[in-house]
């Protein structure tokens, strides 16, 4: 079975500063998808990014970035230039098939952006 | 992205009820749809994969008997907790789509 850690439950971060949010998961499987998602107090879950296992290149979207490492089995989600709007929990998810596959998450890490 | 309806957003019924609860995409066909509960300041956990025209698939530990979810059309699942108890009151959130999951607003369920 697949799982997934994320071992920050807390973070803050200066706004306009860059913060780093980890993630390990546990898999055999060589094919995948990775998420990170965010909840802001509304408990709308909100896809931030997305990146399929099979590509090396590190998917970006605008101020959020990861760094995915296979072979360690790490994907760490890098938001720049932080916004207050940022804060919200954060969830790392993992799919083996994308959207029409269950999503395993981790915990949670909470993203605090102070002015 | 995908975008996904839920319905109710809240609500607050006596013990020994049952609440349905709707989960619509709106803007793709859903074969499959995912049933999350999510208590406070805790992660989402699966509760069972809706499938259009077949019998749901529960994780290990749900109740079938007492959470039934039908999906009956590829745009339409709903969960439906029978008998409802005081354990039950969480957040209950659907999700669903094709190279990524969205996710409706969820629904907060209260049992007095």
């Known amino acids: 079975a697949q799982t997934v850690t994320q071992s920050q439950p807390e973070m803050s971060v200066q706004e306009a500063e860059t913060v780093t949010l980890s993630c390990t998961y546990d898999t055999s499987e060589s094919d995948y998808y990775l998420f990170w998602y965010k909840q802001p107090p509304s408990r709308q879950m909100i896809l931030v990014i997305r990146?399929?296992?099979?590509?090396?290149q590190n998917a970006t979207e605008n101020r959020f970035s990861v760094n995915f490492q296979k072979a360690a089995k790490s994907f760490s989600l890098k938001i720049s230039d932080s916004q207050l709007g940022d804060a919200a929990m954060y969830f790392c998810?993992?799919?083996?098939?994308?959207?029409?596959?269950?999503?395993?998450f981790g915990k949670g890490t909470k993203l605090t952006v102070n002015p | 992205g995908a975008v996904v309806s839920q319905h109710p957003s809240r609500v607050i019924c006596k013990s020994g009820t049952s609440v349905k609860i709707e989960c619509r995409s709106l803007d793709f066909q859903a074969t499959t749809m995912f049933w999350y509960r999510q208590f406070p300041k805790q992660s989402l956990m699966l509760m069972a994969t809706?499938?259009?025209?077949?019998?749901?698939?529960?994780e290990q530990g749900v109740e079938k008997d007492k959470f039934l979810i039908n999906h009956a059309s590829l745009t339409l699942s709903t969960l439906t907790v029978t008998s409802a108890h005081p354990e039950d009151s969480s957040f209950y959130i659907c999700?669903?789509?094709?190279?990524?999951?969205?996710f409706g607003p969820g629904t907060r369920l209260t049992v007095l």
């Open positions: 998810a993992f799919s083996l098939q994308g959207g029409s596959e269950k999503l395993v």
């Open positions: 809706s499938n259009e025209g077949s019998k749901a698939t529960y």
């Open positions: 990146q399929e296992a099979y590509k090396q």
């Open positions: 999700g669903g789509g094709l190279y990524e999951q969205f």
